[in-house]
T-cell receptor, first 115, second 108 residues
């Protein structure tokens, strides 16, 4: 069974550009979560999608947005990139729809570098 | 803001020794989870303990939870070099919130 897959593995952008990160959850998982991990720091919650709807959002500006498709895959878009957006972006999926209380399965992440 | 805070931030031990990491959190929880992250990669779930449980074991891992003190500990017994990683606790509020992590270095 394939795990959570994220693409691309690495992404290099310049300040002001837009970045699109993609995530495919484990088959059968309907919830997708996005986290940002800046170098040496913990994970900051970005977004939670469940059954195609945005269920919760972390304390990030509106230029961080995303969506979940009917096949439960998800995109994270970051507009007007800033240098401090450089981080590892982790996607996770969960088997338990509507709940944040259970085990998450993580992808390997997309390393975004903003120059 | 972080819900969980791990302590210590970094820990270095020799193979065979035990490693203990602590997590403190701020609000009431339904469960607390521990995850492991190898250098710059995705996190792997280790163990989940529910608020009505006090202790849980999984292989060489032992987790305790004290809801009155809003704290948890993760004990890794007989550590191995392969245990070298960062360890995070995660608590559920309206979303799963991770702490800042403990970086464990196990020397052969």
């Amino acid at each position: 069974e394939a795990g959570v897959t994220q693409s691309p593995t690495h992404l290099i952008k310049t300040r002001g550009q837009q970045a699109t990160l993609r995530c495919s959850p484990i088959s059968g998982h309907t919830s997708v979560y996005w986290y940002q991990q800046a170098l040496g720091l913990g994970l900051q919650f970005l977004l939670w999608y469940d059954e195609g709807e945005e269920r919760n959002r972390g304390n990030f500006p509106p230029r961080f947005s995303g969506r979940q498709f009917p096949n439960y895959s998800s995109e994270l878009n970051v507009n007007a990139l800033e240098l401090e957006d450089s981080a590892l972006y982790l996607c996770a999926s969960s088997f338990y729809p509507g709940s944040t209380n259970e085990k998450l399965f993580f992808g390997s992440g997309t390393q975004l570098s903003v120059l | 803001s972080q819900q969980g805070e791990e302590d210590p931030q970094a820990l270095s031990i020799q193979e065979g020794e035990n490693a203990t990491m602590n997590c403190s959190y701020k609000t009431s929880i339904n469960n607390l989870q521990w995850y492991r992250q190898n250098s710059g990669r995705g996190l792997v779930h280790l163990i989940l303990i529910r608020s009505n449980e006090r202790e849980k074991h999984s292989g060489r891992l032992r987790v305790t939870l004290d809801t009155s003190k809003k704290s948890s500990s993760l004990l890794i017994t007989a550590s191995r070099a392969a245990d070298t990683a960062s360890y995070f606790c995660a608590t559920d509020a309206d979303k799963l919130i991770f702490g800042t992590g403990t970086r464990l270095q196990v020397f052969p």
